[in-house]
């Protein structure tokens, strides 16, 4: 049986939309992409000093459990050069799971939904443009409900120009 998953994808290192873009092709080899919402210049939350990412959500239809498209994710994360050697800092590419049918995980290394989605509008505002109606199973509400209510003061920017 398949699920609609929506992943949310952000790079601020080297080619930021050139880094979304492989990924996403990546993602094609994989599994059925359904939509991709436009790129999104967004402010580092948590560890302000780093360069600026470009941030988007994809969502796509897979017959993987939420496990196996982790790890799926993580392949895809390193073969693209990511490091981990600081938390939340700077990154090649960056892809998390916010959302996986109405499931609910909670497991060491996997929270989903994404436990801090309706805390980060660089994760809202793209999720709302290609699923406005898609809704949190844990919270109840839509993506556009948890973008209306999340306050004003971090920037995210649309870059119509960069979406493949």
């Known amino acids: 049986m398949t699920q609609t998953a929506y992943l949310s994808l952000g790079s601020n290192l080297a080619d930021r939309a050139g880094n979304l873009?492989?990924?996403i092709r990546r993602l094609k080899?994989?599994?059925?992409?359904?939509a991709i919402s436009s790129f999104y210049e967004t402010e580092p939350v948590?560890?302000?000093?780093?360069p600026w990412f470009l941030n988007c959500v994809v969502a796509i239809e897979t017959g993987k459990t939420p496990q196996a498209l982790l790890k799926g994710l993580l392949s895809i994360e390193e073969a693209m050069g990511r490091v981990?050697?600081?938390a939340k800092g700077p990154r090649v590419i960056d892809i998390?799971?916010?959302l996986f049918g109405d499931r609910i995980v909670d497991e060491p290394g996997l929270q989903i939904p994404h436990p801090a989605m309706?805390?980060?509008r660089f994760v809202l505002e793209p999720f709302a443009e290609i699923a406005p109606e898609a809704r949190h199973p844990i919270l109840g509400k839509t993506a556009r409900e948890?973008?209306?209510?999340?306050?004003?003061g971090e920037i995210v920017r649309r870059i119509d120009s960069?979406?493949?």
């Not at 948590?46 to 780093?50: A, F, G, K, T």
């Not at 948890?146 to 004003?152: Q, R, V, W």
């Open 46 to 50: 948590e560890v302000p000093d780093q």
């Open 21 to 23: 873009r492989e990924a």
């Open 162 to 164: 960069v979406k493949e």
């Open 84 to 86: 981990r050697n600081r």
């Open 29 to 34: 080899e994989t599994t059925t992409v359904l």
């Open 146 to 152: 948890l973008l209306g209510e999340i306050e004003a």
């Open 96 to 98: 998390d799971i916010v």
């Open 118 to 120: 309706q805390e980060r």
